[in-house]
């Protein structure tokens, strides 16, 4: 399996500008998230999906984040406008089954840098 | 706020020691799980020990848990260089849902050639 996909890998754009990380999960499975690492504030959880259906978006820190997943293999997640405090890695993972009991699969992730 | 916290922040050993990593959390949890990073990559699935287990193995690493003291341990004997990576503890709990892991900051383990 080619495990989660991913793009871009990097970015740099300007602050205002409208950013969008995509992600394919892995096939099968229904649970899909998004996570943000800085050193700062460490991992944090943004939102999560279950078939397609966002359960918990209360990780999302402004309006200016959006995440939409319009089919079972892809999900997108938008910063709008963006500002250099958003800079940082934004990680995609899926899991086949929900609960605490089962593994995430992280993608690679996707580094942003807003100047 | 963080649900795990790791200790120590960063760990420098000889190839061959053993490294131990810990981690604490602040609520009552029914799962906790390791991954790995590498420097660039994203985390990878070390370990999963649940609430009622005190410890589990798995080829070099050994994973303690004492819900008594909210705590677990990471240990992984006859370090490698390529076990240099940053190592994460996640739990249930505060943030997630039912289904969203909570991470630690991470220990940065380096082995020394």
């Known amino acids: 399996d080619a495990g989660v996909i991913q793009s871009p890998r990097h970015e740099v754009t300007e602050m205002g500008q409208e950013v969008t990380l995509r992600c394919k999960p892995i096939?099968?499975?229904?649970?899909l998230f998004w996570y943000r690492q800085t050193m700062m504030r460490g991992l944090e959880l943004l939102i999560y999906?279950?078939?397609?259906?966002?359960?918990?978006d209360s990780g999302m820190p402004e309006d200016r984040f959006s995440a939409k997943m319009p089919n079972a293999s892809f999900s997108t997640l938008k910063i709008q406008p963006s500002e250099p405090r958003d800079s940082a890695v934004y990680f995609c993972?899926?899991?086949?089954?929900?609960?605490?009991?089962?593994?995430?699969?992280f993608g690679e992730g996707s580094w942003l840098t807003v100047v | 706020s963080q649900q795990g916290e790791e200790d120590p922040q960063a760990l420098s050993i000889q190839e061959g020691e053993n490294a131990t990593m810990n981690c604490s959390y602040k609520?009552?949890?029914?799962?906790l799980q390791w991954y790995r990073q590498n420097s660039g990559r994203g985390l990878v699935h070390l370990i999963l020990?649940?609430?009622?287990?005190r410890e589990k193995h798995s080829g070099r690493l050994r994973v303690t848990l004492d819900t008594s003291k909210k705590s677990s341990s990471l240990l992984i004997t006859a370090s490698r260089a390529a076990d240099t990576a940053s190592y994460f503890c996640?739990?249930?709990?505060?943030?997630?849902?039912?289904?969203?892991?909570?991470f630690g900051k991470g220990t940065h383990l380096i082995i020394q050639p």
């Open positions: 993972a899926s899991s086949p089954r929900g609960g605490t009991g089962n593994t995430i699969y």
């Open positions: 096939s099968g499975h229904d649970y």
């Open positions: 999906f279950n078939n397609n259906v966002p359960i918990d």
């Open positions: 609520t009552s949890i029914n799962n």
């Open positions: 020990i649940r609430s009622n287990e």
């Open positions: 996640a739990t249930d709990g505060e943030r997630g849902g039912a289904d969203g892991l909570t």
